[in-house]
T-cell receptor
């Protein structure tokens, strides 16, 4: 298995632009998580899905952030419009069985908003 | 907050030495997990210990859990330069999701 796949690996954009991050979870996993990592705040859970349904989006910082999971093998995290404070590394992770089981992380997308 | 806190924030040792990292948390847990993150990479799961377990081993890793003190420790024996990474504990309260601490940065010098 290729593991969790994220794209792009690096994204540099200007303030106000729309940014879309993509994730392909491990096949067969029914949970998908989006995290944001910064030096100041550490690793924060933004939202997670179970069987493609959003379960908890309380970590999504603002209405500028939205996430979708149209099918079991694909999810997107969109920021519109982007701001410099959104600069961070965004991770996608997947797991199976329960929301508190071992999670498998993707390599992350390093986002820089100028 | 359920967030675990790792201690120390940074640890520097020589190859062959043992490295011990600690994690403290505030409320009751379902399980506690340790993850490793190499620079520029995603987190990798190391070990999971359930609330009714006290100790667990995996290769050179030994994890202990003391629910009365709300603390856990991760011991890496005979460390290697390749163990250089950040180590995170993640706690789970009830049937919720993982909450990660800010990590311990471990540097193992040859």
């Amino acid at each position: 298995d290729a593991g969790v796949i994220q794209s792009p690996r690096h994204e540099v954009t200007e303030m106000g632009q729309e940014v879309t991050l993509r994730c392909k979870p491990i096949s067969g996993h029914d949970y998908l998580f989006w995290y944001r990592q910064t030096m100041m705040r550490g690793l924060e859970l933004l939202i997670y899905f179970n069987n493609n349904v959003p379960i908890d989006d309380s970590g999504m910082p603002e209405d500028r952030f939205s996430a979708k999971m149209p099918n079991a093998s694909f999810s997107t995290l969109k920021i519109q419009p982007s701001e410099p404070r959104d600069s961070a590394v965004y991770f996608c992770a997947s797991s199976s069985g329960d929301s508190y089981n071992e999670q498998f992380f993707g390599p992350g997308t390093r986002l820089t908003v100028l | 907050s359920q967030q675990g806190e790792e201690d120390p924030q940074a640890l520097s040792i020589q190859e062959g030495e043992n490295a011990t990292m600690n994690c403290s948390y505030k409320t009751s847990i379902n399980n506690l997990q340790w993850y490793r993150q190499n620079s520029g990479r995603g987190l990798v799961h190391l070990i999971l210990i359930r609330s009714n377990e006290r100790e667990k081993h995996s290769g050179r890793l030994r994890v202990t859990l003391d629910t009365s003190k709300k603390s856990s420790s991760l011991l890496i024996t005979a460390s290697r330069a390749a163990d250089t990474a950040s180590y995170f504990c993640a706690t789970v309260g009830g049937y919720s999701t993982l909450t990660f601490g800010k990590g311990t940065m471990l540097l193992v010098s040859p």
